[in-house]
């Protein structure tokens, strides 16, 4: 457990060096501004849970594949993968870094925006189950892609796929075959948030949703990552 915190800190600490956290905070800076010239506008509210929903996706999916290029081309990985520290410790801590800056800028905009009248619980859960989602995508994305180029190119798709349930959150579609996207059930939990008597028992198949898509999604990244970084040595 030391050692996961260590690392932890650790990856915290590359996130801060690289600038990213303040590029991070920069985003929902933007984010905070555009919502405050557009608020007084109708359907506003939707707006609103567009850029909450899309900050962490971009600070997770985006800075998770940044961080881990620059660790490549650092070489910093293959360091780290001769050491005795398992690979579970070196996922955990790059999703719970990266998960930790999103949750924290969401909340810093949401407070901006709505002040603290939220369901915290729900807000947290949906954040942090939008978070790790996004920084697992971003991980299999980074498997495949040796500069950020390829990457973008290569996470368009994925951005647009796991955006789908906004489509009927906006009600410009009524599909339910996009509730098995991964990101619905953390996207019901945001969306949910902003009742304050919204009870989480009752969104309790869209957080089991999530877990399951989590769980799914971890299993992967850590057979795919694995093999692939050990291929590149």
């Not at 990985?77 to 998960?99: D, E, R």
């Not at 369901?119 to 995508?137: D, K, Q």
Request: include cysteine.
């Amino acid at each position: 457990m030391k050692r996961f915190f260590a690392h932890l800190k650790w990856q915290l600490l590359i996130l801060s060096r690289n600038n990213l956290i303040n590029i991070s905070i920069a985003v929902t800076v933007i984010y905070a501004l555009i919502f405050y010239f557009i608020k007084d506008l109708p359907g506003s509210d939707k707006f609103l849970t567009l850029l909450i929903f899309n900050d962490p996706v971009i600070i997770c999916l985006f800075f998770v594949a940044i961080s881990v290029i620059m660790e490549k081309n650092q070489e910093v990985l293959p360091a780290l993968f001769v050491t005795p520290m398992p690979i579970h410790t070196y996922l955990l801590a790059k999703i719970i870094s990266m998960t930790i800056v999103g949750w924290l800028c969401a909340t810093g905009m949401t407070i901006a925006m709505l002040g603290l009248d939220v369901s915290w619980i729900n807000f947290s859960l949906g954040i942090i189950g939008v978070c790790i989602i996004c920084g697992l995508l971003g991980l299999l994305i980074v498997s495949y892609a040796d500069e950020f180029l390829r990457f973008t190119i290569r996470s368009i798709p994925v951005m647009l796929f796991i955006s789908l349930p906004l489509l009927n959150y906006f009600e410009l579609t009524n599909n339910v075959l996009f509730n098995i996207i991964p990101i619905y059930g953390a996207l019901e939990l945001l969306i949910n948030s902003y009742d304050e008597s919204a009870n989480i028992i009752e969104l309790l198949p869209e957080l089991l949703s999530m877990l399951f898509w989590i769980g799914l999604l971890y299993y992967g990244v850590f057979k795919i990552f694995s093999y692939r970084v050990r291929l590149s040595f």
